[in-house]
């Protein structure tokens, strides 16, 4: 069959599915307006029957059990209309691209055809017309070369004949490109896709998915997966299948809410935000580094990740870096564990229990009753009887109280309504006692303030704790003078309030190993981005915090941007230490897609390594070097951006710091043209960009500018990561503004890329 008459059934082909498709979404659309409409009915009547009489108790009770029945009425109505939308939202998806992939197998002597799309499709008679990417045969599509094959089933490893393997690309249900291959995805499906200019939102890459990539997809045995991958390797992309991956194949014992990923910053978060729903799953859950250890050291401001870079960048002491080295280390939390059992004479750092302005327990109190506890037991043992005395001491106190004058009079004074709410409230029954009861529920309201204190370990000083056990550690890093300085330092940091990135993990380790809290089970999947930019510590304390968790860490040590100033060990080193007790599994992404191959190569150069980068056969231009004297550049730097503007939706301006961003958009004056990106910006927008590079980390834009790559902004290899982070940003144009003197780092470069303006 030629070539044409295989591309004319293929057509015909999806024309029959796309139209399948769209009455398909006609009758969702006809089941989801019933359903809507059955919703509101059953709300409507959910609210006539909260109105029944509440005063006697018998009509109480009844409408207690009405308002749960009509509650479980509801529930049922509106996840029913909530599957509806998710089927619809499935069938959007595949409108106008309904599949990228074929597959000719024989199995057991049968021959059989299947398609693969973002999601599974069958007609009314339950033929598939459309298998899901995910689905186990779908992997011979990704792995499989022509000839005998194996995919794993349920039931275990099936062997099957892959005669021929199908790719194509379907805009608006018209075949654009059609080819047989015998590779994963060929490059001129690659090509196209890759030419294509950035968007404010990153796409899904179910129909070009590489072979390495779909081993990290769809790993499900190691407890942590570690992908060292080049800039513009597609590790954020992988990830993403990877969470709708493992949605898929555990979707009974596995919802988006089981899954953590830990993002660099509020723009990546956004950026990637549309993956998902595209295959039709909810989003998981998404927090900054920051973000997770501000919610959890509430009353203090807790440095951020770019702060300290900034800080960095205008001084960084000897003795800060060893200093830095030795508190991010998951060694320091471990003898912060171990000096904590060392002392168990030592009383904790209470503080006391405040009501109405008074101590309702002093801290003298709470120390006497957990100096009473057995020495013999372990700290959070001891802390745990110490939280119970106490909370038995408060029930004590409200029982004991009920009869007082001034409850009873508190009672009196009660409006009918309130006192039927604390009836409703608490299902008081009418009894003889009845008032006592209430006096007691009053009391509990009243106080539950101390009860929250206590539950929630507020009368424990984790801060006071981490001082005294650092004045404790011996360590030979720095003199015991400079130590101490360290120690007083952070002393005046937390009375105003205040904690170092490097202290806030340590403090939280220390609250959560004394108090017996702070983990959480339920979490099943974490994922980390841009995971060089992590310490030891975090991540040590990242596992404790998801106990129950498989973990997958993305980076690459050459855009370690902001401690590559000071951490020096290699980052596979680094995770397959301190996980040594789990089974850790490293991939390693070689080859760059983001970029063309002329940025690539010349990104590459920049590194020790750089040869062991693969640059994608995408051709553009060439990287240029514009060289500026010291009173025109920033007139040049604006003219540059602008012309590259012309051509290009998105020209991102970066630079080193905040700092310098600031002050290009200062010399912008009031000119719209421009957008200064800050670290609140939550989404990309288009036209000329200004921001610091840790704001770009994990984006990619069509044009980028790096801000002046001069000798006194780029002295020496410690710049390294920065400048090929800058680079790596960009897909089709780079270009390197420099404020008089080329920086060192590009003498390899050669001469034909500078331009003296």
């Known amino acids: 069959m030629s070539i044409n008459q295989s591309k004319q059934e293929e057509q015909a082909r999806v024309n029959v599915v796309a139209d399948k498709i769209d009455k398909k979404i006609e009758r969702v659309d006809q089941s989801i ?66 599949y990228f992939g074929r597959i000719d197998i024989v199995e057991d002597g049968e021959e059989d055809t299947l398609y693969i799309g973002t999601s599974t499709l069958q007609d009314d008679d339950g033929e598939f017309l459309i298998y899901d990417w995910r689905a186990p045969i779908s992997g011979i599509y990704y792995n499989g070369m022509l000839g005998k094959v194996h995919y794993q089933t349920p039931n275990g490893p099936t ?46 890459i179910v129909a070009t998915i590489q072979h390495e990539q779909n081993t990290i997809i769809r790993d499900t045995h190691s407890d942590v997966l570690l992908v060292q991958g080049v800039a513009g390797s597609g590790k954020t992309s992988a990830i993403l299948q990877r969470v709708a991956y493992l949605l898929y194949h555990s979707r009974s014992t596995m919802n988006a809410d089981n899954i953590v990923l830990f993002s660099p910053n509020k723009l990546f978060s956004n950026y990637i935000s549309e993956v998902l729903p595209s295959l039709g799953e909810r989003n998981m859950r998404q927090v900054t580094l920051n973000e997770f250890i501000s919610l959890r050291l509430t009353g203090v401001q807790v440095e951020t990740l770019f702060e300290r870079y900034e800080k960095d960048e205008r001084n960084l002491p000897e003795t800060t870096i060893k200093i830095r080295l030795f508190k991010e280390s998951g060694e320091f939390l471990d003898q912060l564990s171990q000096l904590e059992e060392e002392h168990p004479d030592h009383i904790l750092h209470f503080e006391d229990v405040i009501f109405d302005g008074k101590p309702f327990f002093t801290k003298e109190e709470i120390s006497e009753i957990y100096d009473h506890v057995n020495h013999a037991y372990h700290i959070p043992d001891r802390f745990l009887k110490t939280k119970n005395a106490l909370i038995k001491r408060l029930q004590k106190r409200i029982h004991d109280d009920r009869n007082e004058d001034w409850v009873q009079a508190e009672i009196d004074n009660l409006s009918d309504e309130d006192f039927q709410q604390i009836i409703t409230d608490h299902n008081i029954e009418e009894s003889t006692n009845q008032r006592e009861i209430i006096a007691e529920e009053f ?47 952070i002393d005046d940091n937390i009375e105003a309030h205040k904690l170092n990135l490097s202290d806030s993990v340590a403090v ?5 190993l004394v ?3 702070g983990i959480n089970h339920a979490i099943q999947h974490i994922f980390i981005d841009e995971v060089q930019d992590y310490t030891m510590a975090q991540l040590k304390y990242i596992a404790h915090a998801f106990p129950n968790a498989k973990m997958t ?37 070689n080859q760059s897609y983001r970029s063309t191959a002329e940025i690539t190569n010349f990104a590459t150069k920049l590194l020790p390594n750089g040869s062991e980068i693969k640059a994608f056969s995408r051709q553009g231009e060439e990287p240029v070097i514009k060289v500026f004297d010291d009173n025109d550049y920033y007139q040049g730097l604006k003219d540059t951006a602008r012309e590259l503007n012309k051509k290009y939706d998105t020209v991102a301006i970066l630079t080193r710091n905040q700092a310098q961003a600031e002050q290009i958009y200062a010399h912008y004056g009031d000119e719209s043209l421009v957008t200064l990106v800050d670290a609140n910006f939550r989404s990309i927008p288009k036209g000329i960009l200004v921001l610091p590079i840790y704001l770009a980390k994990g984006l990619e834009f069509d044009a980028v500018i790096a801000h002046d790559v001069s000798a006194k902004n780029y002295p020496d290899e410690r710049s390294i990561d920065v400048l090929y982070t800058i680079c790596t940003r960009a897909m089709h144009n780079l270009t390197l503004c420099v404020d008089t003197e080329v920086s060192p780092l590009l003498s390899h470069e050669s001469a034909d890329l500078i331009s003296e303006q």
């Open 33 to 98: 307006a019933q359903a809507h409409q059955e919703t509101h009915r059953i709300e409507r009547n959910y609210g006539e029957n909260t109105k029944v009489n509440t005063t006697e108790v018998d009509d109480q009770m009844e409408t207690n059990a009405s308002v749960q029945q009509q509650k479980q009425l509801v529930a049922l109505a509106v996840e029913n209309e909530n599957i509806l939308n998710s089927n619809k939202l499935k069938l959007e998806n595949l409108q106008g691209s309904p």
């Open 159 to 204: 062997t099957v004949d892959l005669k021929k393997k199908r790719q194509f690309q379907i805009i608006n249900n018209k075949i654009k490109t059609m080819f047989d291959t015998n590779e994963t995805v060929g490059d001129e499906i690659l090509q196209s896709v890759l030419s294509e200019y950035s968007d404010e939102y990153l796409k899904n």
């Open 443 to 489: 009391l509990r309201d009243r106080y539950a303030p101390i009860y929250n204190a206590l539950v929630n370990n507020y009368f424990f000083n984790p801060y006071k704790e981490y001082l005294f056990l650092l004045g404790k550690m011996k360590q030979e890093l720095v003199s015991d003078s400079v130590w101490q300085t360290m120690v007083e330092a």
């Open 508 to 512: 939280l380790f220390l609250r959560d």
């Open 515 to 517: 108090t017996d809290s």
């Open 553 to 589: 860490l993305l980076g690459d040590r050459a855009q370690d941007v902001l401690t590559s100033s000071y951490r020096k060990k290699d980052l596979v080193t680094e995770v397959n230490e301190l996980f040594n007790k789990k089974k850790v599994t490293t991939i390693t992404l």
